[in-house]
């Protein structure tokens, strides 16, 4: 089981890895579409790899709310169980 | 002047092939006669019948920033890259309308590929079978379609007169040139970056051109084995690569004091209506290509001096296009110093017409044609002034030069560009 940190730092990876983003700009408060520069294709890139590190499933139907890397933090750690 | 007839110039060229990452160098190693052929030394290569083929000599991903280039098909890696250079080369400093010299609703962009995004399309298919549906990327769609180098250059560049992608294998290239040739001629739009661009040196692509007994097989011998018009010659060998032109009217160039390389005369389009993939064999549709070319445009044939030829190295294809030329020109052919950059290129099928308008322009512009490389024994069918050896000097005043393409399908398109100052 992932902590909090432990994801944000993850997330950051992943985002960098698409995005070109630095890791440092990958922040709880920012949005991957308007700040991080991930389109809602690329979003699907950033879901199936968090799926796969941190080993939950995330549904497509919950995609469209995860809208800032808060979001998608607060749901890996629900999903963690 | 009539807003439907106007003239279109060339302010601005690129390209990334087999011979270098750019314009500049790919024109240095084609008068140096080099080779771009290699061994393959992929791993999947190594049990091919066809082990060879002109790869890029820049990889994109040296170029391009990575979270770029991994949305991007190679062949639209290559047109953008090729694009960029040529947007640069023609002066502009930003994208349309950043930069006020173009306006955005009056640029326009036809780049054309052959095949698409096949390796994206074989790729993820094998990522499929083997990683499951989860795993294939979301970009698929957007990387294989055909039009994808074509609208990731439009909206590089922010080309929203239209974005268009003429397919026909391997006239494709000069095709796109052509369309935006049109465009600017009649008045739709005023600046058109336009192109081709290929990337299939894939296993499957190799298998199924060497399948068709299209393709040499001269593994041994990579650098001799692209040989358009010798006897010896067996098949094409396979490229990848970009080339793309900045077309503009004459009246904007002028306006906003471009340098202008020369002049777009015109294009000759015909189609073969014989076989899917043979030449007819007397080279009537190449003949009636070049016939159209004259009766559209003020060309003359005592003007023209070179001719890129099409001339891939395949036995029946190279003599048909020299008996086209031939029939329509008659003892005019004499003095046209004909060039096959195949030989050092390699095929690079839709991109072809592409990197072959850059080489002519840059052969008008410099007045010197490249030469044809591992021409030993010229085919006694050939009967035309093959250049090789070294580059042969093209003589002052006003001249022309001819750049063909020809592609599986019948399709015939043959473009003709004239210096715009002597």
């Given at each position: 089981m992932a902590t909090k940190e432990e994801i944000v730092a993850g997330l950051a990876d992943i985002v960098n890895e698409i995005a070109?983003?630095?890791?440092?700009?990958?922040?709880?408060?920012?949005?991957?579409?308007?700040?991080?520069?991930?389109d809602s294709l690329s979003m699907v890139e950033v879901v199936v790899a968090a799926e796969e590190q941190f080993g939950v499933k995330i549904p497509d139907d919950d995609v469209?709310?995860?809208?800032t890397v808060g979001d998608a933090v607060d749901y890996i750690l629900k999903a963690q169980g | 002047m009539s807003p439907t007839n106007r003239t279109v110039v060339v302010t601005g060229i690129g390209a990334t092939t087999p011979l270098g990452g750019d314009s500049a160098s790919t024109w240095e190693a084609l008068l140096a006669g080099r080779s771009g052929v290699r061994t393959?030394?992929?791993?999947?290569?190594?049990?091919?019948p066809v082990r060879i083929a002109a790869q890029i000599?820049?990889?994109p991903g040296e170029v391009l920033p990575r979270p770029l280039a991994r949305k991007l098909d190679r062949s639209a890696q290559f047109a953008l890259i090729a694009a960029r250079e040529a947007w640069a080369d023609a002066g502009?400093?930003?994208k349309a309308g950043e930069d006020p010299a173009v306006d955005p609703d009056r640029l326009g962009a036809v780049v054309a590929s052959g095949i698409g995004g096949v390796t994206t399309l074989l790729d993820q298919y094998d990522v499929l079978k083997?990683?499951?549906?989860?795993?294939?990327?979301?970009?698929t769609v957007p990387m294989l379609m055909p039009n994808s180098p074509a609208a990731n250059v439009g909206i590089d560049v922010n080309a929203r007169a239209g974005v268009h992608t003429p397919v026909s294998a391997c006239a494709s290239g000069a095709e796109a040139i052509g369309y935006a040739v049109e465009m600017i001629r009649t008045g739709r739009a005023d600046v058109v970056v336009a192109g081709g661009t290929e990337a299939a040196i894939h296993p499957l692509p190799i298998v199924a051109f060497g399948n068709m007994m299209a393709?040499?097989?001269?593994n041994d011998d990579p650098q001799g084995a692209?040989?358009?018009?010798?006897?010896?010659r067996n098949g094409f060998v396979l490229g990848e690569g970009a080339g793309v032109v900045v077309l503009e009217s004459a009246e904007h160039a002028a306006a906003r004091g471009a340098r202008v390389?020369?002049?777009?005369v015109g294009q000759g389009i015909s189609a073969?209506?014989?076989?899917?993939?043979?030449?007819?064999p007397t080279g009537r549709g190449i003949a009636a290509a070049l016939q159209n070319l004259l009766d559209g445009t003020?060309?003359?044939?005592?003007?023209?001096?070179h001719v890129n030829a099409h001339?891939?190295?395949?036995p029946q294809g190279d003599v048909a296009e020299i008996k086209a030329l031939r029939n329509i020109f008659g003892d005019d052919v004499d003095h046209m110093a004909v060039s096959a950059t195949k030989s050092m290129t390699?095929?690079?099928?839709?991109g072809a017409g592409g990197i072959e308008t850059v080489a002519t322009v840059l052969a008008l512009y410099n007045r010197l044609a490249p030469p044809t490389i591992n021409?030993?024994?010229?085919?006694?069918?050939?009967?035309a002034d093959i250049v090789h050896g070294e580059p042969r000097p093209l003589p002052a005043g006003t001249i022309a030069a001819l750049n063909n393409s020809f592609g599986f399908g019948g399709h015939n398109v043959v473009l003709a560009l004239r210096t715009t100052s002597v």
């Open positions: 070109g983003i630095p890791t440092e700009d990958v922040q709880l408060d920012k949005s991957f579409t308007d700040d991080l520069d991930v469209k709310n995860l809208k | 393959l030394e992929q791993e999947w290569a190594a049990e091919l000599a820049v990889e502009f400093t930003a083997n990683q499951g549906v989860r795993k294939v990327s979301p970009h393709m040499s097989k001269n692209s040989r358009p018009y010798d006897a010896d390389y020369v002049e777009v073969d209506a014989h076989h899917i993939t043979q030449p007819e003020d060309l003359k044939p005592a003007e023209i001096v001339a891939t190295s395949t390699g095929h690079l099928l839709g021409l030993d024994h010229q085919d006694p069918e050939v009967v």
